[in-house]
T-cell receptor, first 111, second 111 residues
Framework: DGGITQSPKYLFRKEGQNVTLSCEQN?????MYWYRQDPGQGLRLIYY???????QKGDIAEGYSVSREKKESFPLTVTSAQKNPTAFYLC??????????FGPGTRLTVT | GQQLNQSPQSMFIQEGEDVSMNCTSS?????WLWYKQDPGEGPVLLIA?????ELTSNGRLTAQFGITRKDSFLNISASIPSDVGIYFC???????????FGSGTRLQVQP
């Protein structure tokens, strides 16, 4: 089946540790995105990538890093510099027509 | 970053009733999208609109792209209990760029 996978569904980390969230798509989409969602809120853009080996900062990129070495993969690292890392993280991809398709999300809890 | 004004924030209706929600923006968009999100899941694309004035249906859902390109509405007819969830609008100026999201409309349906 074609789609977007994110793993794991739930992730727990201690404060001060870096953690990497996985996002994989087999839809052959060039563009991929990372959003953060806090309780009762809309989605805020962290990073996006229009094509392999290229990525741009979104509205809330501080404390996060990404890489885009393969078309299918766009991992997000939450670093210890991110002050409030506990959130629901959503990955998306889009074809050239622009509409974005989302993965199931990863809920990160940092204590 | 810019936010869309989405209203209402929440709705509590009886099964069988029709529902209407809308989004407005101070900026124009070239694409309007409507998503539904269930708790703990990623948003699912309901309808995509690409042209000013466009009216598109998907089953009991109908959405329109405002002629000013600064607004969009979503109607749900004859609501059923599985319509419960949070509905988000999103606007996009250029493809392969970020979406701007509304803050969501929480819909509850009384059987």
């Amino acid at each position: 089946d074609g789609g977007i996978t994110q793993s794991p569904k739930y992730l727990f980390r201690k404060e001060g540790q870096n953690v990497t969230l996985s996002c994989e798509q087999n839809l052959n989409h060039d563009a991929m995105y990372w959003y953060r969602q806090d309780p009762g809120q809309g989605l805020r853009l962290i990073y996006y990538s229009q094509i392999v080996n290229d990525f741009q900062k979104g509205d809330i990129a501080e404390g996060y890093s990404v890489s885009r070495e393969k078309k299918e993969s766009f991992p997000l690292t939450v670093t210890s510099a991110q002050k409030n890392p506990t959130a629901f993280y959503l990955c998306a991809s889009s074809p050239d027509s622009g509409e974005q398709y989302f993965g199931p999300g990863t809920r990160l809890t940092v204590t | 970053g810019q936010q869309l004004n989405q209203s209402p924030q929440s709705m509590f209706i009886q099964e069988g009733e029709d529902v209407s929600m809308n989004c407005t923006s101070s900026s124009i968009f070239n694409t309007w999208l409507w998503y539904k999100q269930d708790p703990g899941e990623g948003p699912v694309l309901l309808i995509a609109l690409y042209k000013a004035g466009e009216l598109t249906s998907n089953g009991r859902l109908t959405a329109q792209f405002g002629i000013t390109r600064k607004d969009s509405f979503l109607n749900i007819s004859a609501s059923i209990p599985s319509d419960v969830g949070i509905y988000f609008c999103a606007g996009q100026f250029l493809t392969r760029r970020a979406l701007t999201f509304g803050s969501g409309t929480r819909l509850q349906v009384q059987p």
